[in-house]
């Protein structure tokens, strides 16, 4: 299990990395192996991919600094958008744009607007990132696959699906034990 999201990552990096075909394909592939561990099945990962896609392409395509300054998470056609914009109206804009992706089921819009009291640091936000997945990978009680984490001002938010109960709240746990973490918002369902 582990494995094959080590695969995805090196395999991922290559997409990002590279506009050749040949490594369009083995992005495609890794999307289906992910698919084959986690618990969406691999035309649900494919629609999800499409749809961040579209979702990004969208808000790149009206601001560059908007896209820049967000990021999106997509599982089960439910999108996760989180970062910071400069005025209520630009979240209210990426709210409009994401819904008018086609195969959007529900749009959780935690962006925050600047100085709004939000105070905490991309670097910070980005280190509680970092330590909860290792610490997800390092669990073998938690198919760790099955998450998505995402941190802005100290508050982590979490997408996926749980096995039960349980394993969503050692995610929780693990989450509370890092210094910085204010708050944890989770979108995970249950399996």
């Known amino acids: 299990m582990k494995f094959v999201a080590y695969a995805f990552i090196a395999l991922s990096s290559l997409v990002v990395l590279s506009g050749c075909t040949p490594t369009v394909i083995l992005g495609g592939a890794a999307i289906g192996g992910v698919a084959v561990a986690e618990e969406r099945s691999v035309g649900t990962v494919i629609d999800d991919a499409t749809i961040k896609t579209q979702v990004m392409n969208a808000i790149f395509q009206k601001s560059e600094p908007m896209f820049t300054s967000t990021s999106t998470t997509v599982i089960d056609g439910v999108v996760l958008i989180t970062g910071e914009v400069p005025t209520p109206e630009d979240r209210i804009t990426l709210a409009r744009l994401i819904w008018g992706v086609k195969g959007v089921k529900e749009v959780h819009n935690e962006v925050k607007v600047a100085g709004s009291g939000s105070g905490g640091s991309f670097a910070s936000d980005s280190l509680i990132t970092t330590k909860l997945k290792l610490k997800l990978l390092g669990d ?47 979108y995970v369902k249950t399996k």
């Open 140 to 186: 073998t009680e938690i198919m760790n696959i099955n998450y998505s984490v995402e941190t802005v001002d100290g508050t982590v938010y979490l997408m996926g699906i749980a096995q039960d109960e349980a394993e969503l709240q050692r995610v929780k746990n693990h989450a509370k034990e890092i210094s910085g973490v204010r708050h944890i918002i989770s």
